[in-house]
């Protein structure tokens, strides 16, 4: 069994030592570090206390970890795939990957043989995505391979916590992804077995896809959860994160954000992250 780190509430940065290095830049202030935190505002009765609710409207703010971008290598060139991954290096926070299996989305992609070669082209942390049927078989293994973060959809498996135990007894993080069509509710109590919560912002199986703004209302409710129960968690969001996006995504209480023709659609992928990131802190330091 590998050794599993502890994380710091702010960024979950590691505490003690573990397989996957993470990278001297990623702990700074505002990103995976412990250093610094932004606010959020909630929508109006999300707050206690007197006063007109209609009047309220983004008062209530919460604090929430530093924006962390992660590239989704689904938008890279794939005859390329280790220089795509090095062309963020220096500006990239987590390094996105998307694993499809053509049944529980239409569509396939990349899977643990790729994985475990990339692991050994950069120290990015990888978040992996698992868009796959029985993941309870498959995503151990995607921690033995050095995934800093597996994230499995709860549709498709029936006890995400006893596999959000597995996956952190392998030295991974565990996240859950909630689909488009999936209402978060019946979700909220599993939160606390989670080290990350990933919210559609588009329907799962492709990138490209225009972003539909009014599912930001999951991230607010989560967001809301989270911090009435002092849970440590990142809320990811995956799904046309570009510049004209993630502000909205941010304010509605997101920290972390899956960007991928953002990125590598750009002519300077590592400069588009960080401008995206900066676009996060913007959208959340002033309110």
């Known amino acids: 069994m590998r050794h599993r780190p502890e994380w710091s509430v702010a960024g979950f940065a590691p505490i003690g030592r573990s397989r996957v290095a993470v990278r001297p830049e990623s702990a700074r202030a505002g990103r995976l570090g412990t250093g610094g935190s932004c606010r959020v505002a909630l929508r109006p009765g999300s707050c206690r206390g007197g006063g007109d609710r209609r009047r309220r409207s983004y008062t209530c703010p919460v604090t929430v970890p530093p924006p962390i971008v992660a590239p989704s290598i689904l938008a890279a060139d794939f005859a390329h795939l280790a220089d795509e991954v090095r062309a963020v290096e220096g500006a990239a926070d987590w390094l996105h990957v998307d694993v499809m299996d053509n049944h529980f989305v239409p569509n396939l992609t990349i899977g643990l043989p790729v994985v475990q070669s990339l692991r050994a082209a950069t120290e990015l942390p990888f978040d992996v995505h698992l868009m796959i049927e029985d993941p309870r078989r498959w995503a151990p293994g995607y921690a033995d391979a050095g995934a800093y973060n597996v994230t499995f959809h709860a549709e498709a498996c029936d006890d995400p916590v006893a596999l959000a135990k597995d996956l952190r007894s392998a030295g991974a993080k565990a996240g859950l992804a909630i689909d488009r069509d999936t209402p978060i509710?019946?979700?909220?109590?599993?939160?606390?077995?989670?080290?990350?919560?990933?919210?559609?912002?588009?329907?799962?199986?492709?990138?490209?896809?225009?972003?539909?703004?009014?599912?930001?209302?999951?991230?607010?409710?989560?967001?809301?959860?989270?911090?009435?129960?002092?849970?440590?968690?990142?809320?990811?969001?995956d799904g046309g994160i570009a510049a004209d996006t993630i502000e909205q995504a941010a304010a509605a209480g997101a920290d972390a954000f899956v960007a991928g023709t953002a990125v590598y659609g750009a002519d300077d992928p590592a400069e588009a992250v960080r401008r995206l990131r900066a676009l996060a802190e913007r959208a959340t330091s002033g309110a």
């Open 185 to 237: 509710e019946p979700y909220l109590d599993l939160l606390p077995s989670f080290d990350t919560l990933l919210i559609m912002t588009i329907k799962a199986g492709f990138g490209g896809q225009r972003f539909i703004p009014q599912l930001l209302e999951k991230v607010r409710a989560a967001r809301r959860h989270v911090a009435a129960g002092h849970l440590e968690l990142r809320i990811e969001v």
